[in-house]
């Protein structure tokens, strides 16, 4: 991959990537280069938003980082950005995880390109009037540090809208319940990798219920050993198999409470 | 008496049957890699049980709950026969109840099967032979690589120290012998 720098009129580097499609063989690379080679800022925005998706795809973060800035530049703004090229991508991903496609390490390596992205994104976003569809907190559980899952959510969340507060690893219940009263969340989101450690969601939720607050929240939760099943058994409202089934979750139980709470005003 | 156990243990369990001189003992071993695939471990277990317990006058399954969340103790529990009690093997060779006193979270266990295959099972399923990238991704949140020693092997504790400088991990050596699943094999 070679990199050619040039300045635009504004002043304002772009740095062109002329990189093969494919990855050839050596012997094969001089009759390839002149169909292969592709040049992100020749793309139009079509093209260029489905190159975003292969380029998340293959977890190319580089790449989704200039693509990111090249429709920025292009005027795009920074909400349509996220939405269309880079939860538009991250989705595919997860649909294909989802099948057995695609597995852990590719799913990392798109996430962190579409952090990439987000970087960009983040500060403009907070200066726009990008829709605000809730907050919620989320944390793993108590005695648990995995966090891949509970960040992925995170990620997408906040790519659909939500505002996240994120608690880290090994959260024991007062964790949990100082932040949804601190930050007045909407939604709990608890994850956990481990048997030994998803009971205590039960905890969390036995405990919300005993100080009179379980319905004040929507509470998610997920983690690879986790089930339908064992989400109805502890209370929860909703158990998500991945980061994708999360945000529709949550997206449908947030419309449901404006719905109520219209219904009772 | 037919012992149906995971793979990893297998070396393990035969040298149990030469030192104790347990003839009576047959073993049958599934695939250790359902250890990365632990909602197939209560299927495999139940196949093998079924397609072989006629011959033999009892079974014993040389399985934890290994992450089957109880979906193996439920099948043990439906065909008859006993497992190994506590949650997985690294508990049941340090000793359930002072594996689980001990609360440690940040620590990543290897036994003396893991540190043999630790590329098959732990780095390449990973994905880090590919993108060596991802390890702070994985292990960032872990501090200690504790190697639970079956056998008093210098070269297998030098490999496991190599294993924790790979994964940015400190390194710390116990030498648990078979643990509980002596006691168990035993019992059974």
Redesign the interface.
């Known amino acids: 991959m070679q990199a050619v720098s040039e300045t635009t009129a504004t002043d304002a580097p772009i740095r062109a990537l002329i990189r093969p499609k494919d990855i050839a063989r050596p012997e094969e690379c001089r009759d390839m280069a002149d169909e292969d080679d592709l040049i992100l800022s020749e793309l139009d925005d079509e093209e260029l938003v489905a190159q975003m998706f292969d380029d998340l795809y293959d977890g190319l973060r580089d790449e989704i980082m200039e693509a990111t800035q090249i429709l920025l530049d292009r005027g795009w703004a920074p909400y349509d950005v996220l939405t269309k090229a880079l939860v538009g991508g991250m989705t595919i991903v997860g649909n294909d995880f989802r099948d057995g496609i695609l597995?852990?390490?590719?799913v990392?390596?798109a996430a962190?390109a579409m952090k990439g992205g987000m970087s960009i994104l983040k500060p403009l976003l907070a200066e726009t009037d990008a829709p605000r569809m809730g907050k919620m907190v989320i944390g793993t559980v108590k005695?648990?540090?995995?966090?891949?899952g509970k960040n992925l959510v995170a990620m997408m969340m906040e790519g659909a809208g939500f505002e996240i507060v994120d608690l880290g690893?090994?959260n024991a219940v007062e964790s949990y319940l100082e932040a949804l009263a601190r930050e007045k969340a909407d939604i709990l989101g608890m994850s956990a990798l481990?048997?030994?450690t998803?009971p205590y969601m039960k905890v969390v939720i036995d405990t919300m219920k005993e100080q009179g607050i379980r319905d004040d929240y929507i509470v998610l939760v997920g983690g690879a050993?986790l089930n339908e099943e064992?989400g109805r058994a502890i209370g929860a409202d909703a158990y998500c198999r991945d980061a994708a089934v999360a945000v529709e979750t949550a997206k449908d139980w947030i419309s449901r409470r404006h719905n109520q709470m219209q219904a009772g005003a | 008496m037919l012992v149906i156990a995971c793979g990893a243990l297998a070396r393990e369990i035969l040298a149990l049957i030469g030192q104790r001189g347990w003839d009576h003992l047959d073993l049958h071993c599934l695939p250790a890699i359902l250890h990365n695939r632990?909602d197939r471990i209560a299927p495999a277990v139940e196949a093998a049980v079924t397609a072989r317990r006629d011959r033999y006058d009892r079974v014993f399954v040389a399985y934890a709950?290994c992450?089957?969340?109880?979906d193996l103790a439920r099948s043990c529990a439906r065909l008859g026969v006993e497992m190994i009690e506590g949650?997985h093997c690294y508990a049941f060779y340090e000793g359930v109840a002072a594996f689980e006193a001990k609360?440690e979270?940040?620590c990543f266990y290897l036994t003396d099967f893991l540190v043999r295959q630790f590329d098959a099972f732990v780095w390449e399923p990973?994905?880090?032979d590919?993108?060596p990238e991802?390890r702070d991704?994985?292990f960032g949140?872990?501090t200690t690589l504790v190697y639970q020693a079956q056998t008093d092997d210098p070269a297998l504790t030098d490999l496991a120290r190599r294993h924790a400088e790979r994964l940015g991990l400190g390194f710390e050596r116990r030498l648990t012998g078979y643990g509980e699943l002596e006691t168990a094999l035993a019992r059974a």
């Open positions: 597995f852990v390490p590719e990392l390596l962190n005695g648990d540090i995995h966090d891949i690893i090994n481990l048997t030994t998803m050993p064992f | 632990p709950d992450g089957t969340g109880g949650p609360g979270v940040t990973l994905g880090l590919r993108h991802l991704m994985y949140n872990y």
